[in-house]
């Protein structure tokens, strides 16, 4: 467990780094050493992934909107030469994948990683493992979505997609900088599987869930020196954070946390219960590798089965009359001799 700093410095810590303080600053601002901050964020981050895999199980919802939000780690792909890709393909481009419930506004499943097809059919199969009966299913156009979403819900899904439409403007290049992105003039809405509601398809609850993380977490902001170097301290990160969306903060909308409207919790957590629920963590962790160590270290092992080969009687030689002798030149096999200096 974390012993060098209190349960109430540990809580203050983290509301600060998700309120979007980066980490150097909470470091400085709380006169804590870095090590000790990574190492509170590795601990809670590992702690909230472990509770919300045991308790977001055997889900009823109506409706789910998937997304990815892009970041990046270390540096942007863009700057990054071939050799350096082959030796850290985990830098550049991350996304964070994430499934909403649109009337709790929970956040049933999220993960770290890159933006391929295999990462869709991973993403799919593990929401379709917390989540019972049919449901309709809104994503964006991308294509890893069309066969892993089919694959992992089977029947029992209603799938759509949201596609938006950009007013295509030409302007002098010196007033490019004002444009950068096209006006929004529209979306457009397809049925892939199943029969969707198109008037409800849609995936602006998802796109707004992704505007809070931007705004809390210093790590996904844009055009800042606090984005991440390493991914796994990125995916903990984001993991603190949709933990402390789902079960500590109150929904402008529904004025209660997600995890209460969904049922998974019964009560508004606040961050000391979050630190209270790392150490018990911790506690069964250390538990159970004692256990395991103890039980390899002192467990009886079976004695292993001798077996025994019969042996063939030998004829003593002064019975056997061509034996040659006690001591004979050449002895004769199956004949038992005097060994007068004990070698045999």
């Known amino acids: 467990m974390n012993h060098r700093i209190t349960t109430e410095k540990r809580a203050m810590i983290l509301t600060a780094i998700c309120e979007g ?47 990815e939000q892009w970041s990046f780690i270390h540096t942007h792909r863009e700057r990054m030469t071939k050799k350096e890709k082959g ?65 992992a819900f089977g029947e029992r899904v209603d799938f759509a997609t949201e596609g938006k439409v950009f007013q295509s403007s030409k302007c002098p290049a ?25 008037n409800t398809a849609t995936v602006c609850h998802i796109e707004r869930f992704f505007l809070t993380m931007r705004q809390a977490n210093k790590r996904t902001a844009r055009k800042t020196l606090a984005y991440s170097k390493k991914l796994d301290n990125h995916a903990l990160m984001s993991s603190i954070h949709v933990f402390i969306y789902n079960t500590v903060r109150k929904h402008e909308t529904t004025k209660k946390t997600p995890a209460v409207m969904l049922g998974v919790a019964d009560r508004k957590w606040d961050l000391v219960d979050v630190i209270k629920m790392t150490d018990e963590f911790l506690r069964r962790r250390e538990e159970a ?50 060994d007068p200096q004990g070698l045999n």
């Open 174 to 198: 010196h007033e490019w900088p004002r444009y950068r992105v096209d006006p929004l003039v529209g979306v457009e809405r397809e049925a892939v599987c199943g029969n969707p509601n198109l």
């Open 21 to 67: 303080l980066a980490l150097n600053s909470a470091c400085r601002m709380f006169k804590a050493s870095k090590p000790n901050v990574l190492r509170l964020i590795r601990e809670v981050g590992e702690a909230c992934e472990d509770w919300h895999n045991r308790h977001f199980r055997k889900l009823s919802v109506a409706r789910l909107e998937l997304d």
């Open 289 to 338: 590798a004692f256990e395991a160590a103890f039980a390899s270290k002192f467990s009886v092992k079976p004695l292993s089965v001798r077996t025994y080969e019969p042996q063939t009687p030998k004829t003593p030689w002064y019975l056997d009359p061509e034996s040659g002798g006690p001591n004979p030149t050449e002895k004769k096999p199956g004949i038992q001799y005097d």
């Open 87 to 151: 030796e850290h393909p985990d830098r550049g481009d991350s996304w964070l994948w994430a499934a909403i419930d649109p009337e709790s506004k929970a956040i049933i499943y999220w993960q770290t990683g890159k933006r391929t097809a295999r990462a869709a059919h991973t993403f799919a199969q593990n929401i379709a493992n917390r989540v019972e009966g049919r449901v309709q299913i809104t994503t964006d156009p991308l294509k890893g979505y069309l066969m892993a979403i089919p694959a």
